[in-house]
């Protein structure tokens, strides 16, 4: 599905019990091939600064449910600075986009310091954005959000099967490769999120796989669960 020249995939979440992890864990890894880049079963790390800003609307703005919504992400992967990700999610009702764009690691330090001057010559559309979010509109770090995530794919539809897992928020730093940032878990223990994530449809070997109708869908957001962790309790430096 396009809209506004965006290419839109359907996003279904749920939380989901022990039991019920494992049960999915092994219809899933019989049928579906393990994301390439997990470093063994359990998956990969994500861990995720997350801009926003003055006036929180990137917090509020799901909190209040407002159909068209954006957010602000820099994304690394298992702690390495090998691969550093600008990413922009964009939500329209149950649909989502996801965008991307490779900064190098001088970049990443100067945004964490408010230098939005480092992307001024951007040529990539998204990298421009950014420029005029932090310049012009004052959006600055707000949280680190890290989780374990266990992907699956399936090549029809492009469909994503993902359980994320240890979703925590960070507590004393705004640098991802802070050597002693301190994490607090969020969910309750053994606690996971399951997404599945497709294009047009959902295949039907895929839904006989999952049953998605058997589990209670939830509107969840890892930025708004680390957020309220950090405003209710923690006071960055």
Do not use: W
């Not at 449809?201 to 999952?210: K, N």
Request: net charge positive; with cysteine; hydrophobic share 35%.
């Amino acid at each position: 599905m396009q809209f506004m020249g965006r290419k839109l995939r359907h996003e279904l979440k749920y939380y989901i019990h022990p039991h019920e992890y494992v049960q999915l864990r092994q219809r899933v890894s019989a049928m579906l091939n393990l994301d390439g880049n997990s470093e063994d079963k359990e998956g990969y790390s994500i861990r995720s600064l997350y801009f926003d800003g003055p006036h929180e609307h990137s917090l509020y703005d799901k909190v209040n449910g407002i159909f068209s919504r954006q957010k602000y992400r820099i994304r690394i992967y298992n702690g390495s600075d090998g691969v550093i990700k600008l990413e922009r999610k964009s939500k329209y009702g149950d649909y989502i986009c996801k965008e991307a764009a490779p900064l190098h690691r001088e970049q990443y330090e100067r945004l964490l310091a408010g230098e939005g001057s480092v992307l001024k010559d951007a040529t990539v559309p998204l990298l421009k954005d950014f420029y005029f979010a932090v310049e012009q509109r004052g959006f600055r770090p707000a949280v680190i959000v890290d989780y374990t995530r266990e992907a699956y794919i399936y090549e029809h539809g492009d469909v994503r099967v993902t359980f994320d897992k240890k979703l925590a928020a960070g507590i004393n730093t705004l640098d991802l490769f802070d050597p002693g940032l301190a994490l607090v878990e969020v969910l309750e223990p053994g606690k996971t999120i399951m997404e599945i994530k497709f294009n047009e449809y959902l295949p039907e070997a895929v839904r006989q796989l999952m049953q998605p109708q058997h589990h209670a869908r939830s509107a969840i957001s890892k930025y708004v669960l680390c957020r309220e962790i950090g405003m209710r309790h923690y006071t960055y430096k």
